[in-house]
């Protein structure tokens, strides 16, 4: 920074996505002294991005530019730069000279999902397994007043789950309890989906376990979501980038901790019964839903909420040239399976899936 008279008119910008940990003298005024926080784009700021993007690939007239970014809730600069970018090689496996709205609409899925392994052969068994399961995280969070909306099932595997049930969380910037408790409910909708129709547990519900009991001790111990009151339990040091583990400091006593994990277990607890009741009450809509994906692979929320409601649904489209993936060539953007669409959640806040 020295060497620079006052008046050299030379402006620094530089990026850092830990602010916490910059030695305050690289902050004096004169240094890098404004600060600009970016975040996730909103949707006009997404739209935006995606002008610049297109630029460089010959899109159809039917490109609707706004209603991508809509649908694209949670994505990043990057990741709407990878969309296009699949999207243009989408038409270039099909041998368009222009990439159009259903191109694009394929990416998002990629993008969302991660790449579809057509390589991987499940046995019927296993597809059962993970048609109720899915089906019951999409009973569920339909069932729930306060959950994201659905925007696909599936029970092609993508990345490392067998199935994925995807949400479209929306420009959130700010969660709930009762958003966060339907999340928990969701989280258990697989597992008891399963327990439930199969009777029996496998260990594809491992990650939404995990995600959920994540979630829970973080509404105890950082959100004072709970019955000990809007204080803060356990300080974390974060060093990530020294290579060592988040250190937990601990700054309560025995009967804290105990209390706490009462309460961990008691939020717990309360979301799979309210799973329990959902999925069991609704058995036939989760037979037809299973059923459905059993036979249709990969169903929309429109065709979820159809079959809850017991309608029937119209003819399978047909699979007008989906171009294949190369198999097993995993690109995983955002996680699936215990991980939500949204990288926008709370700061490092789990996500059933
Ligand atoms: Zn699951």
């Known amino acids: 920074m020295d060497g620079f008279e006052s008046n050299d008119g030379v402006i620094l910008v530089a990026a850092t996505n830990r602010p916490d940990v910059l030695d305050p003298a690289l902050l004096?005024?004169?240094?890098?002294?404004?600060?600009?926080v970016v975040g996730l784009p909103d949707v006009r700021g997404r739209e935006e991005i995606l002008r610049v993007h297109v630029k460089k690939v010959p899109v159809s007239d039917d490109t609707?530019?706004?209603v991508l970014a809509r649908g694209t809730p949670g994505f990043s600069g990057a990741d709407l730069a990878n969309m296009v970018n699949e999207a243009a090689l989408n038409a270039a496996r099909m041998n368009r000279k222009q990439v159009t709205m259903y191109d694009f609409e394929l990416a998002k899925d990629k993008v969302l999902m991660g790449a579809e392994r057509k390589s991987m052969l499940l046995t019927e068994e296993e597809k059962r397994v993970t048609a109720y399961h899915e089906a019951g995280h999409a009973l569920v969070s339909f069932r729930h007043v306060h959950s994201d909306p659905i925007h696909k099932v599936t029970i092609i595997p993508r990345?490392?789950?067998?199935?994925?049930?995807?949400f479209l969380p929306g420009d959130r910037h700010n969660y709930t309890r009762e958003y966060l408790e339907a999340n928990l409910a969701i989280a258990y909708g697989g597992r008891v989906a399963e327990e439930i129709f199969l009777n029996q547990m496998s260990t594809g519900a491992g990650s939404d376990i995990e995600s959920a009991t994540d979630l829970a001790r973080r509404m105890v111990c950082e959100y004072g979501m709970s019955r000990l009151g809007p204080l803060t339990f356990g300080k974390k040091e974060e060093q990530i980038f020294l290579g060592r583990e988040i250190a937990q400091h601990r700054d309560f006593s025995e009967e804290t901790a105990r209390q706490i994990d009462l309460e961990v277990r008691r939020l717990i607890d309360e979301a799979y019964q309210s799973a329990h009741s959902i999925v069991e009450s609704h058995a036939d809509a989760m037979h037809r839903i299973a059923a459905a994906l059993l036979e249709r692979e990969t169903i929309d929320a429109e065709e979820v909420r159809m079959l809850i409601e017991g309608l029937v649904l119209p003819p399978m489209r047909s699979n007008l040239a989906t171009p294949s993936?190369?198999?097993?060539?995993?690109?995983?953007?955002?996680?699936?399976?215990?991980t939500r669409s949204g990288p926008n959640y709370p700061e490092g806040s789990p996500s059933p899936a």
Do not use: S, Y
Request: no cysteine; hydrophobic share 30%.
């Open 325 to 338: 993936d190369t198999g097993g060539n995993v690109q995983q953007v955002l996680k699936p399976e215990g």
């Open 159 to 166: 990345g490392m789950a067998l199935g994925v049930t995807i």
């Open 64 to 66: 609707n530019l706004n």
């Open 28 to 36: 004096r005024p004169g240094r890098f002294d404004r600060r600009v």
